[in-house]
C-alpha cells in the first residue's frame, strides 16, 4: 500500500527536477555600451552596439541613420563592423550628440538584420549617461568693462583713391605696350568639348573608360547610369537626368527611336545600375561584361544616322 502512494510522488518529484535542469533556448546577445569619457553639452558621444548575426548575406536596417534624431540628441554617424566569421557579432559605432544635462536616458530604438531567409530584429536599450554644462553652476563672473574706442584719425581717402587708380592705368597702358611689341596673336576661340560637337563618340568613349576603371561598383554604375541620362537628353531633347527608370520606361513608347528593343535594353542597363546603386548587388565579371556589351547595343540602334545614310 505504502509503495502505490509513493511510486506517483516520486514520478512527479523527477518530472520536476527534469524541467528544472532542461536548457532553456537562451536569447540573442545584444549589448550597447557608451565609451568612457567626459561629456558637456553638444559634444558626440560613441555609443558601441553588439549584435549577432548568424550568415554573411545581411543589412542591416531600422532607425539609426545619420542626421536623424535620437530621443534628446541627434546621430552625427554610423560605422558598422560585420563579423570576421558567422555566425559572430556585428559591431556597430554611433556617434551621437547630446542636448540634455544630466542624467540622459535615450529611448530604445529598433534595429533590424535583413536576412535572405527573413528578419530579425533586436531593441537597442542604451544605459543612461551623464552630460555636464557648458558652464559651473552657481554666479558667473561679471563681463568686463567696455573700453572706449579712440577716435581713428582721418585717413586720405581721396589721395590713396587717386593713386590707385593712376596705377591701374599705368598697368593696363604697360600691358598694352608688351603685347603690341611681342606681337602677340589673339587668343583662340575656346574649343566646343567633344560632348557637345559629337555627343554619340562622347558616350561610347565615356562608357569604354568606366568599364575599364576600379571605382568601387556602386560609383561606377551610378556614374554610367547618369553618363546614358545625359547622352538621350542632349539627342533626343527629353528630360532623362529628371526621370526615374520607370518614368524613362513608360516615355519609351512615345520616342520612335527608343521603341521595340531599345528601350528594352536601355531599361535593363538602368535597372542593372539600379540594382548596383541601390540593392548592394555584387554582379560577376561575366554580368559586368554582358552588360558592357549590351550598352553598346544599345547605343549602336540609338545612334543619330549620318547624312549619306539618310540620302540613300
Known amino acids: 500500500m505504502k509503495s502505490r502512494v509513493l511510486l506517483p510522488v516520486i514520478a512527479a518529484v523527477s ?9 532553456r533556448a537562451q536569447a540573442p546577445q545584444v549589448s550597447a555600451r557608451w565609451e568612457p569619457g ?8 560613441e555609443l558601441d552596439i553588439e549584435l549577432p548575426v548568424k550568415v554573411a ?28 566569421a558567422f555566425p559572430g557579432t556585428l559591431k556597430l559605432r554611433v556617434k551621437v550628440q547630446l542636448f540634455k544635462v544630466g542624467e540622459v536616458q535615450l529611448p530604445p530604438a529598433k534595429v533590424t538584420l535583413r536576412l535572405a531567409d527573413g528578419r530579425e530584429s533586436f531593441t537597442i536599450t542604451p544605459p ?15 563681463p568686463p568693462p567696455a573700453n572706449l574706442i579712440p577716435i581713428p584719425a582721418s585717413v586720405p581717402w581721396l589721395i590713396i583713391a587717386g593713386t590707385a587708380v593712376v596705377l591701374v592705368l599705368f598697368v ?38 568606366l568599364f ?9 554604375y551610378e556614374i554610367l547610369s547618369k553618363r546614358l541620362r545625359e ?21 519609351s513608347s512615345e520616342i520612335e527611336r527608343l521603341s521595340g528593343k531599345p528601350s528594352a535594353r536601355l531599361v535593363g542597363v538602368l535597372r542593372f545600375c539600379d540594382s548596383v546603386l541601390f540593392a548592394r548587388f555584387a554582379p560577376e565579371k561575366e554580368e559586368e561584361e554582358e552588360t558592357r556589351l549590351e550598352t553598346f547595343r544599345l547605343l549602336e540602334e540609338v545612334a543619330p544616322r549620318r547624312e549619306e545614310e539618310r540620302l540613300s
Not at 181 to 192: L, S
Not at 196 to 206: G, M, Q, Y
Not at 231 to 251: C, D, G, N, Q, V
Open 128 to 142: 543612461p549617461l551623464h552630460v555636464t554644462p557648458l558652464l559651473p553652476p552657481g554666479p558667473q563672473p561679471e
Open 212 to 220: 575599364r576603371t576600379e571605382l568601387p561598383l556602386p560609383t561606377r
Open 231 to 251: 547622352y538621350l537628353e542632349l539627342t533626343m531633347s527629353r528630360p532623362f537626368l529628371e526621370w526615374t527608370t520607370t518614368e524613362i520606361h513608360k516615355a
Open 172 to 209: 593696363l597702358l604697360l600691358l598694352y605696350f608688351v603685347r603690341r611689341a611681342m606681337g602677340k596673336e589673339t587668343p583662340k576661340p575656346a574649343e566646343i568639348p567633344l560632348k557637345e560637337r559629337d555627343s554619340h563618340r562622347w558616350i561610347l568613349s565615356e562608357v569604354e573608360r
Open 57 to 84: 548575406d545581411f543589412y542591416v536596417e531600422g532607425g539609426l541613420s545619420a542626421g536623424s534624431d535620437w530621443g534628446d540628441g541627434r546621430i552625427r554617424s554610423v560605422e558598422d563592423a560585420p563579423p570576421p
Open 38 to 45: 567626459v561629456f558637456h553639452l553638444g559634444d558626440p558621444a
Open 15 to 23: 518530472l520536476l527536477f527534469l524541467q528544472a535542469g532542461a536548457p
